[in-house]
Structure formats: C-alpha cells, structure tokens
C-alpha cells in the first residue's frame, strides 16, 4: 500500500504564495508520474501540473507563469509552488502518483489540502 501525505494548505490573500508538499510512503518500488490536482465547489477535479520521473512538466493553461511543480526522488516528495495567487484558485488541492508496487502500476491520492485565496 501507498499513503500520501500533503501539508502546506491554508489562507492566503490575492497575490500571496503557498507551497505544497506531499511525502509519498509504502512499498514503493518507483514511481513515475507525481501531479497536483484540484477541485473547486460544485466543479470536476481537474489537473493542475504533473512531473514525469524524466523532468518533464505539464500544467494548466490557468496555472502557467505562476505555479512551479518539483519533485525530489529520494524523498518520494512533490511540491507545489504557488504564487500570484488569484480567488479563483480555491479549492482541495490533491497530490496523485503513479507507482509501481510489486509488478502492478498503481494511482494514489492524498487527502487533500484546503487553498483558500482571499479578495
């Protein structure tokens, strides 16, 4: 099994920063693609950015400019770095991970983390 552990969530006002984290543990024997999601109040979680073990990075077009997504490897740990934080940014933040346990590739979540930006 695979548990994730976020942290860094909270308040902040338009245009501050946050910094996630999410500390991956378990019978990991890789893991290949780490990503940060979110989902809003009465809106479909959609993806924000995420990191293949290559280096290559992928982010919402809504994100661009403004959100940094790094892993550290050894640590089985993703940041998130966000800055210029607008209200529309509310919402769970959620890390996903694609590790291989054994022979099989698994999906894995963390609990989620509140981002709550005020105006």
């Known amino acids: 099994q695979v548990q994730l552990v976020e942290s860094g969530g909270g308040l902040v006002q338009v245009g501050g920063s946050l910094s996630l984290s999410c500390v991956a543990s378990g019978s990991i024997l890789s893991i290949n693609t780490m990503g940060w999601y979110r989902q809003a109040p009465g809106k479909q979680r959609e993806l924000v950015a995420h990191?293949?073990?290559?280096?290559?990075?992928n982010y919402a077009d809504s994100v661009k400019g403004r959100f940094t997504i790094s892993r550290d490897n050894a640590k089985n740990t993703v940041y998130l770095q966000m800055n210029s934080l607008e209200p529309e940014d509310t919402a769970v933040y959620y890390c996903?991970?694609?590790?291989?346990?054994?022979?099989?590739?698994?999906?894995?979540w963390g609990q989620g983390t509140q981002v709550t930006v005020s105006s």
């Open positions: 996903n991970i694609n590790a291989l346990i054994g022979t099989i590739v698994t999906s894995n």
């Open positions: 990191s293949t073990r290559g280096g290559n990075t």
